[in-house]
Nanobody, 115 residues
Framework: QVQFVESGGGLVQPGGSLRLSCAAS????????MGWYRQAPGKQRELVGT???????NYVNFVKGRFTISRDNAKKTVYLQMNSLKPEDTAVYYC?????????WGQGTQVTVSS
């Protein structure tokens, strides 16, 4: 069964940067579209962006130009580089498949943007 383990979150000031990592296991990682998602308090989980096996990325409008997704297929790891962070980026961040998410979500990693 696929498992995702997210890491790298923390407390950062507005305008700061963080790099999140997500290690996947139990799947042939390189074949899958991977995605980053986030869930803010009191809100539904939402997609942040996706990356295809070859590296093509897509982002939702509210992170374009600030967030960058990359992947290392050999390490079965996907990354989320977040720059110019805003308080509204505060959320728990998760990774999962980018097209049809698995029901087996990881624990996520908390990102808090606050001065």
């Amino acid at each position: 069964q696929v498992q995702f383990v997210e890491s790298g979150g923390g407390l950062v000031q507005p305008g700061g940067s963080l790099r999140l990592s997500c290690a996947a296991s139990g799947t042939i990682f390189r074949f899958y579209v991977m995605g980053w998602y986030r869930q803010a308090p009191g809100k539904q989980r939402e997609l942040v962006g996706t990356i295809r096996s070859g590296g093509t990325t897509n982002y939702v409008n509210f992170v374009k130009g600030r967030f960058t997704i990359s992947r290392d297929n050999a390490k079965k790891t996907v990354y989320l580089q977040m720059n110019s962070l805003k308080p509204e980026d505060t959320a728990v961040y998760y990774c999962n498949f980018g097209d049809v998410p698995s029901t087996n979500w990881g624990q996520g990693t908390q990102v808090t943007v606050s001065s």
